[in-house]
């Protein structure tokens, strides 16, 4: 199982390498340089789909889901792609059904963690939130991270609570 703290360098050093430094974090180009295939389909059973087969990559996303959930799937399976490699087929199938009843096994987990992070990198989420240290984090501030970052609202409250957890 990879560690918060592993997750967080992990992407830390994705972005370096990718010369990301400022928001939106470009998650399409990331995956590009990776030799990742990226393609959309409307789906009601799915998000985000990865598959892997004899070193080729290729990601599915659910054309039929805000843009900034699509951001945060390709994230997602970003996540499976660096944390969880195989070299056989490998397929990470992401339910929208009865979301509050999913009991998330620790890879999706881990992946949701690595999309959060990828997303809202630490170092810049922190750097953005200092101005609003004085009154704390007002729900006007969190829409406006939530656009900067091009994630959703919930997504960036998520963040800010687990940010320092």
Request: glycine share 4%.
């Amino acid at each position: 199982m990879t560690t918060k703290k592993e997750i967080e360098m992990l992407v830390e050093k994705i972005l370096e390498t990718n010369g990301v430094k400022t928001t939106p974090i470009p998650v399409e180009d990331i995956a590009r340089r990776e030799s990742i295939l990226i393609s959309q389909a409307e789906s009601k059973s799915f998000s985000g789909v990865l598959l892997r087969k004899s070193g080729v990559a290729f990601i599915a996303l659910n054309s039929k889901e805000s843009p900034v959930r699509q951001r945060f799937t390709l994230a997602h399976e970003l996540g499976h792609y660096f944390l969880h490699p195989n070299k056989n087929t490998f397929i990470e199938f992401r339910d929208n059904k009865n979301k509050e009843e999913v009991i998330r096994s620790h890879k999706e987990i881990e992946a949701n963690k690595f999309a959060a992070a990828m997303l809202m990198p630490k170092k810049l989420l922190l750097k953005d939130i200092v101005a609003f240290s004085d009154s704390g984090v007002s729900e006007n501030h969190l829409t406006f991270l939530a656009n900067k970052y091009q994630v959703s609202e919930k997504a960036m409250s998520y963040r800010l609570i687990n940010l320092n957890s």
